[in-house]
């Protein structure tokens, strides 16, 4: 196997991985409250195509390192596979449909809790953030939030809707 | 080492399992609700179990070097299919959000607020160059790459980034599902705070949507769709914004409040 390829398959393979921890939590999920999302053939399907999107994503996102405009270049991944999901939907309701069949919460607590192992080594990292930085950090993730909300608060008011 | 990774395999399991069995809580004080989600406990349990000093017997192995880094390295890809959740949540509602598409537009210039408020309060308590670090925006990548490029990240300035990267990346989710809500709260139209979700962070923009969703679950469409829409556009346009509106607007008022500083 070429590299390239190689590291493909291993992309893939994470892919899985992670799809197949949204398939856990969802079941989870159902037994701390059977009213959520049920897991049906369709969550399966759905499952698949989330996986299809997010993998021709990375494709596009590699061959966009081609492009000789720095913006596309940097484009995100994550981008991309909105960008993909997003045309594809529009293409078809199915995808819709089916992608609907995956809960949403159950979707965001794999992801959590890879990103708090992924984090393990930079606590030591915070004795040397100094306190200060910690209070600003406060207003600063406060100010764009309340910021936008105004702005589209009011846009939305003069939107009359 | 195989057996390593298995170890970190079943840990994940066991939190997801433990955080989706505590399920959304909901705390209130006074006459506000703090939901707390599946995937607030999810990090939270992770973190916590890491600390240096509990990690010992198999903690030590499943918080292994090997296993942290393949934890940060495929992260992104973890997060993948939630990308591609969102492209069909956004969908069905395309023609209402491009009805609506200048207010998108609008409230990205909201994403100045980190200078507005966050550089007076940091100037206020003692900090000077690592204020222009700190602030410029959210503290991710794309202000991380600026700062470094301008500035190098061994000054002042590239400290008050790298502080607020940390920062961001330990409590930034956790801060999103908590303070989204509140605003809720305070009268915000959910609408709006599903736009204003699109922080130019994917995981606290899934935060705080994911709040919202949780308290006001009739609107899901509409919150998943104008917040991931509101992200997809903060990429496309926020290294501009930053550019060409954060930076200098942080510097001019950077020098009018330390104008008084002078010897």
Redesign the interface.
């Known amino acids: 196997m070429s590299p390239t390829m190689r590291r493909y398959v291993r992309?893939a393979l994470?892919?899985l991985?992670?799809?197949a921890?949204?398939l856990?939590?969802q079941e989870?999920?159902l037994?701390?409250?059977p009213d959520s999302t049920p897991i049906t053939s369709m969550t399966f399907v759905g499952?698949g195509?989330?996986?299809l999107?997010?993998f021709i994503?990375?494709i596009i996102a590699d061959l966009m390192k081609l492009v000789p405009i720095k913006?596309i270049r940097?484009?995100?991944?994550?981008?991309w596979?909105?960008?993909?999901?997003?045309?594809?939907?529009?293409v078809s309701?199915f995808?819709?449909e089916a992608?609907?069949a995956?809960d949403?919460?159950?979707?965001?607590?794999?992801?959590?809790?890879?990103?708090?192992?992924?984090?393990?080594?930079?606590?030591?990292?915070?004795r040397?953030?100094?306190w200060?930085?910690?209070?600003?950090?406060?207003?600063?993730?406060?100010?764009?939030?309340?910021?936008?909300?105004?702005?589209?608060?009011?846009?939305?008011f003069l939107?009359g809707? | 080492m195989v057996k390593n990774f298995i170890y970190f395999l079943v840990f994940v399991l066991a939190i997801i399992a433990a955080a989706e069995l505590i399920g959304i809580q909901a705390i209130s004080i006074g006459s506000m609700t703090i939901s707390m989600l599946p995937l607030v406990f999810a990090i939270a349990i992770a973190m916590i179990l890491a600390l240096p000093f509990l990690r010992k017997g198999i903690l030590k192995k499943i918080y292994s070097k090997k296993n942290v880094d393949f934890a940060s390295k495929y992260l992104i890809f973890i997060m993948l299919p939630l990308m591609a959740r969102y492209g069909s949540d956004v969908a069905p509602q395309i023609r209402e959000i491009l009805q609506v598409g200048w207010v998108f537009i609008i409230q990205e210039i909201g994403n100045l607020g980190t200078v507005l408020i966050g550089l007076p309060i940091a100037i206020l308590i003692g900090l000077r160059r690592e204020a222009i670090g700190a602030t410029l925006g959210i503290g991710r990548e794309g202000e991380l790459a600026y700062i470094s490029e301008k500035y190098t990240l061994e000054s002042p300035e590239g400290r008050g980034v790298i502080s607020l990267y940390v920062i961001g990346t330990l409590f930034g989710t956790i801060f999103f599902s908590i303070f989204a809500p509140i605003l809720l709260d305070f009268g915000f139209r959910v609408e709006a705070l599903a736009m204003a979700s699109g922080v130019g962070s994917g995981s606290m923009m899934s935060a705080a949507s994911a709040t919202l969703v949780a308290r006001v679950p009739e609107m899901e469409s509409t919150i998943l769709a104008y917040a991931s829409a509101s992200q997809l556009l903060t990429s496309f346009i926020g290294t501009f914004t930053m550019v060409f509106l954060a930076a200098p607007l942080q510097q001019f008022m950077y020098k009018y409040l330390v104008r008084g500083d002078k010897k």
Do not use: E, H
């Open positions: 992309y994470v892919l991985l992670s799809v921890l949204i856990f939590a989870i999920k037994i701390k409250n499952l195509i989330l996986w999107f997010s994503g990375v913006v940097d484009f995100p991944i994550l981008g596979v909105s960008i993909t999901s997003l045309t594809m939907c529009l309701d995808f819709v992608i609907q995956v949403f919460l159950a979707i965001t607590t794999p992801i959590l809790t890879v990103a708090g192992i992924s984090v393990a080594n930079r606590l030591v990292d915070l040397k953030t100094s200060k930085v910690a209070i600003v950090a406060v207003f600063v993730f406060a100010g764009t939030y309340v910021c936008s909300a105004l702005l589209a608060q009011l846009g939305l939107a809707n």
